[in-house]
């Protein structure tokens, strides 16, 4: 059974970076045809889609967002991360990590989720 | 990216049926194949209702059902039911290799 679980801070400060650990089990990072998505949903709103990155080292960005975020894997602790720089309290939002595997263009395997809140 | 436009809220009684709309362009909902649709209940992470348009993921009930006329997709719930009052995303594959979703549709069952 593959499981999700996002990792990091609870709470960044304006102009931080931020730093998301997407850590996996039931599933090696790196699998063919693999892709892992991280979306963002601020409270009471809908979801963003942030980033991907393929099991061959391709990576895609959020258009608006391209310029902040950085995904990558670590294959020895099974583990992807994304990274966003300066920080606004416009990006507190709950962050998920969602895999897709077999080459699909769908979310189907979902994190828990968690939220990341942008306060001084 | 623009995010596909969905209506805020819908409603129905139970075992009627309802259909929630999702407006893109032709450069992604009328482009591809590959429009999806998410259930949230609060406090949850989303759940894959349907993918490629009209596709069912294992033990997704039959009552959900997806189609798509043009730039334009639509999520038909049958049969309503008090669980299925939830929030409903629509997304789809765009042209630039990304990904774009709805506003988000509640749906209150009366």
């Known amino acids: 059974q593959v499981t999700l679980k996002e990792s990091g801070p609870a709470l960044v400060k304006p102009t931080q970076t931020l730093t998301l650990t997407c850590t996996f089990s039931?599933?090696?990072?790196?699998?063919?045809?693999?892709?892992v998505n991280w979306i963002r949903q601020p409270p009471g709103k809908a979801l963003e889609w942030l980033a991907r990155?393929?099991?061959?080292?391709?990576?895609f960005y959020s258009t608006s967002l391209k310029t902040r975020l950085t995904i990558s894997t670590d294959t020895s602790k099974n583990q992807v991360v994304l990274t966003m720089t300066n920080m606004d309290p416009v990006d507190t939002a709950t962050y998920y990590c969602?895999?897709?595997?077999?080459?699909?263009?769908?979310?189907?395997?979902w994190g828990q989720g968690i939220l990341v809140t942008v306060s001084s | 990216q623009s995010a596909l436009i969905q209506p805020a809220s819908v409603s129905g009684s139970p075992g009627q049926s309802i259909t929630i709309s999702c407006a893109g362009t032709?450069?992604?909902?009328?482009?591809?194949?590959?429009v999806s649709w998410y259930q949230q209940h609060p406090g949850e992470a989303p759940k894959l209702l349907i993918y490629?348009?009209?596709k069912w993921p294992s033990g997704v009930s039959t009552r959900f059902s997806g189609s798509r006329s043009g730039n334009t997709a639509s999520l038909t719930i049958s049969g309503l039911q008090a669980e299925d009052e939830a929030d409903y995303y629509c997304?789809?594959?765009?042209?630039?290799?990304?990904?774009?979703f709805g506003g988000g549709t509640k749906l209150t069952v009366l």
């Open positions: 039931g599933f090696s990072v790196g699998t063919r045809a693999m892709r």
């Open positions: 969602v895999l897709v595997l077999g080459g699909g263009r769908y979310f189907d395997h």
């Open positions: 032709s450069s992604d909902v009328g482009g591809y194949d590959y």
């Open positions: 990155i393929d099991w061959d080292d391709d990576k």
């Open positions: 490629d348009v009209s």
């Open positions: 997304s789809s594959y765009t042209r630039s290799a990304t990904w774009v």
